[in-house]
């Protein structure tokens, strides 16, 4: 059977540590998979891997049938893969929401070329979708973590993704935010037919949604559901 | 001698040309220095240039030609040695302040040159500009100016989160490391022109004053412009008028308007926060 996403006997370093050590995980084309660990278990790591942003040390990456230890391949698959991620921007920096938004037509788009029409309609509906639109023209900093996040996934929607990946995407929610959010994401990945992988550190929101849940400890994948 | 006199002179031409130029150019370098953190890459080039300098003066070559090529090299491979070593490139920058300043000490202890002679290079000057350093002024400049204007969208990504260029598609590596190398040639060619140490006047000061009153990337190019042009434009004028320092009186005026943009930011602030309750 074709895989959206193949990870195979997978093993990463950060430093001197050992992050993920012989990780083998599957998802079918539009099916919603969680890997679930502690803090520090190599779950960020296993998503960068997934998008191509970091190489593994030891295994076999395909994504989109893309084999990523091609570095054309890994820039090729960034611009089907929407990542919404964990860390918000602190910073003072002077962009509103919907330029947030916007940039996730970007890769698509192409160098040198300007948003059209067509692209600003797209960064639109991601808004409405994800519920934002009211906050179109507010400055990304002064959002709270959870209107933030909410931002990055609608930037990764507005780029028509085949992928979704997310990294804790109830972090900075509260009980009722959290279940709308994976609501709102669940409806998502059913509407545009994604692939889902969803890593966190959390079950309570993971168990109604997923199709299939990994467990990660200690960089090794200890038990699969589903 | 009057200032219609002194406009006259072909020196004096020179330094308005620079001033249009690097004062509407050089500032957006600043916004990225300031948006990517890269305080600590703009010393070490500074400290590169001195090694360039001392090589020159070394070799018997013009030191600041050599200065403006070592700059040049360094900030080429700069980025990518960086990601390469898994290194930031803070620390990195500080590696090469550190060692460059050595190797060019060695330099001057063998060669027996006089270290005031060498330190030149940290002061320059803007009213003694050739034609050549002039042309330099102008191409780095469109250059600065055409980087922004066809690569706006992507600037902007970068400058917001890298991480975001990158996951979005982007070819942000090249990118970024595109960014460094025009850093570089700036901060070499503003050697030239006003010194090392001053720097700042046409590089961060105006950019410091944009971010303070700017609600969008694109009214941040604009101001740091416009406030690079003023500050150039008013501190050349002030310097002829009263016989000042062309370097000091720049900075003064890009001072005046950082103190001038604060408390617009602070009144605006104030009241803004008192409408929405």
Not at chain 2, 237 to 242: D, G, H, N, Q, R
């Amino acid at each position: 059977m074709h895989h959206s996403i193949e990870l195979e006997d997978v093993h990463a370093r950060l430093g001197n540590s050992t992050v993920l050590n012989g990780v083998s995980i599957l998802a079918s084309p539009c099916e919603f998979v969680a890997v679930v660990g502690a803090n520090g278990a190599g779950k960020t790591t296993l998503l960068k891997i997934t998008n191509g942003t970091i190489q593994p040390q030891q295994g076999r990456v395909k994504v989109l049938g893309y084999d990523l230890s091609r570095s054309d391949h890994c820039h090729s698959v960034r611009k089907e893969i929407g990542l919404v991620p964990q860390r918000t921007i602190s910073h003072r920096f002077p962009i509103c929401v919907e330029e947030a938004v916007l940039m996730g037509r970007y890769g698509k788009i192409g160098l040198m070329r300007r948003p059209g029409e067509a692209d600003r309609e797209k960064a639109n509906e991601s808004m409405k979708a994800v519920g934002i639109f009211p906050l179109a023209k507010k400055p990304v900093h002064e959002l709270s973590g959870g209107q933030q996040q909410k931002v990055s996934l609608a930037r990764a929607l507005a780029q028509e993704p085949s992928i979704l990946l997310l990294d804790e995407p109830t972090t900075y929610l509260d009980a009722d935010s959290s279940s709308e959010i994976m609501e709102t994401i669940h409806s998502i990945h059913h509407q545009r037919r994604l692939t889902t992988l969803l890593v966190s550190h959390d079950p309570q929101w993971i168990d109604q949604y997923c199709d299939k849940i990994y467990l990660l400890k200690e960089g090794k994948i200890t038990l699969t559901r589903g | 001698m009057g200032l219609g006199q002194l406009l006259s002179y072909p020196f004096m031409q020179h330094a308005i040309v620079a001033i249009f130029f690097a004062g509407i150019a050089f500032p957006l370098i600043g916004v990225f220095i300031l948006s990517l953190n890269l305080i600590p890459l703009r010393f070490a080039m500074m400290h590169i240039a001195l090694l360039g300098g001392a090589v020159g003066l070394f070799l018997k070559v013009d030191p600041l030609f050599l200065g403006l090529l070592f700059c040049s090299i360094s900030s080429l491979v700069m980025g990518p040695v960086s990601e390469k070593m898994k290194v930031g490139l803070g620390a990195l920058s500080g590696y090469f302040m550190t060692l460059t300043l050595a190797i060019a000490f060695i330099l001057f202890y063998k060669a027996n040159i006089h270290v005031v002679q060498a330190f030149s290079i940290l002061w320059g000057s803007i009213l003694s500009l050739t034609f050549v350093d002039l042309l330099l002024v102008i191409v780095v400049s469109v250059l600065i100016l055409g980087l922004v204007a066809v690569f706006y969208k992507e600037i902007q990504t970068i400058l917001y989160d890298r991480e975001v260029a990158l996951a979005v598609g982007l070819p942000e590596k090249m990118l970024y490391y595109a960014m460094i190398f025009v850093l570089g040639l700036t901060i070499a060619v503003s050697m030239r022109m006003i010194g090392a140490l001053l720097i700042d006047a046409f590089v961060l000061l105006p950019a410091i004053a944009a971010n303070l009153v700017s609600k969008s990337l694109k009214q941040v190019f604009f101001f740091s412009s416009a406030f690079g042009l003023i500050s150039g434009m008013g501190g050349l004028y002030l310097a002829l008028v009263f016989d000042l320092p062309t370097s000091s009186t720049i900075i003064l005026v890009a001072s005046l308007i950082i103190g001038i943009c604060a408390i617009y930011e602070r009144r605006t602030s104030f009241y803004g926060k008192g409408t929405s309750g």
